[in-house]
């Protein structure tokens, strides 16, 4: 085999206005920084016209839909791939999965981990279906541009304020060094020597064992929703599993009617619980408006579980959710829940 490579993607929307942001002249140079923060050990490949390609939502939004699927499929298909890693979200992915072959994951000798969130809610999910594919649910690079800026506004001025420094220079000289720290992370998450952070969770609906098996479908509530009736359903099977949603600037009515589809296709019924990530609308906070509408969507025959966590959806820091996989949920205190695995569960070298 040759040296295991990670392969960077933008096959949403473009990666273009965000390499300012990000602090690099250009993604040859973004491809670089990736290339240095994961070491030796890996090649980081990219196709630079995709990472460069720009976007025109009066005309469809993007004019490469084969270039992407192709870029994908391949890097499914090639063995070397040990991850691939989408830089951002945005828009124009969903259109493009049936131009995409998946089963070329089955040819596979060894395992594969797709890494993204938000509008890679669908390939995260389809990827790590197959018994050599795994979906972590997990940040895009480009996003913490914005993750950080909400994360400095919130901060205490004692944080970060000097007589230079303000909320948005603290944000601007964290992106280089999270950049890094990302990519280093998501190394030691495919070579199972990361023990992640639990993710803590509330139970504010139902009832639970103080300790539990869980396995995880979701993402984002909106690009979840085009997945139901579709050819590929069964990659977000709710049956005994756990259904994880997030979302972010949309209106509670349009949210109500993303919930109404899972309730018609009874997902509420077959599913064992529901994890409730990050819902805001600009700098409203979204949960009380969320719950208050399950109340109309969840079956009342049995004390349904419903657990809340801050740290999962487009906020920052953000902890990774492997998906398709059995993890552990252990009561720590009361009503409050740790979300935990073993390191090698995300193991694919």
Known sequence: MERRRIHLIAPAGALSPFLDQLAFDDSRQLVEFARSAVGPAYDVTADENILTAQEDEQRGGRTDDVARARDIEDALRHDETAAIVALRGGAWLTRILPRIDFAVLDERPHPVAMIGF??????????????????????????LTYGLRKYAANLPASEYVSDTLSPADWARAQVKPETAAFFRRLVAMIEGRSEAKPIACSLVRGTLDDELEATFVGGN??????????????CIDPTDRWIMIEDFNDK????????????????????????????????????????????????????????????IGHTWPMSPLPLHRPLRVSRCADTEYLIQWPADLTRVI
Do not use: Q
Not at 259 to 267: I, K, Q, R, S, V
Not at 287 to 303: C, F, G, I, Q, T
């Open 252 to 311: 509670p009515e349009r949210i109500d009617r993303f919930l109404a589809h899972f309730t018609l296709a009874d997902f509420w019924n077959r599913c064992a619980g529901l994890l409730l990530g990050d819902f805001h609308l600009a700098d409203r906070n979204l949960l009380d408006e969320v719950l208050a509408m399950l109340e109309y969507h969840l079956p009342d025959s049995r004390a349904f579980p419903v657990l809340t966590t801050d740290c």
């Open 118 to 143: 938000s509008e890679l809610t669908t390939l995260v999910n389809i990827v790590g279906s197959y018994a050599k594919g795994l979906g972590i649910y997990d940040l895009s690079p480009a996003f």
């Open 221 to 234: 509530l909106t690009v979840l929703s085009t997945l139901v009736g579709s050819r590929y359903e069964r």
